[in-house]
């Protein structure tokens, strides 16, 4: 299951928030944007479980593909059910 964090930034003031979903992070960009006249950026970093997963994986050997053995990056031979 995938994860968003989406990190929300004013320009013109210390103003920001970050949210777990895209529409939060849309409202509040809509709301300081509209009571302030603020410039509001956002920015949207995915925390897919798979993605952080390599890294972190990544971290042991230097390689990416170099995952646990129970990752399906690396699984060699996967199961096929029999009919
Ligand atoms: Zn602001």
Do not use: Q, Y
């Not at 390599?54 to 059910?81: F, I, K, T, W």
């Amino acid at each position: 299951m995938d994860e968003t964090r989406v990190t929300v930034r004013c320009r013109d003031c210390p103003f920001a928030t970050a949210h777990d979903r895209l529409r939060d992070a849309r409202t509040a960009v809509d709301e300081h944007e509209s009571t302030t006249g603020h410039d509001v950026t956002w920015e949207i970093e995915s925390l897919d479980a798979g993605v952080s997963r390599a890294g972190a994986d990544a971290g042991v050997c230097g390689r990416p593909e170099c995952v646990n053995d129970d990752s399906p990056l690396v699984d060699p031979d996967p199961p096929e059910p029999e009919s």
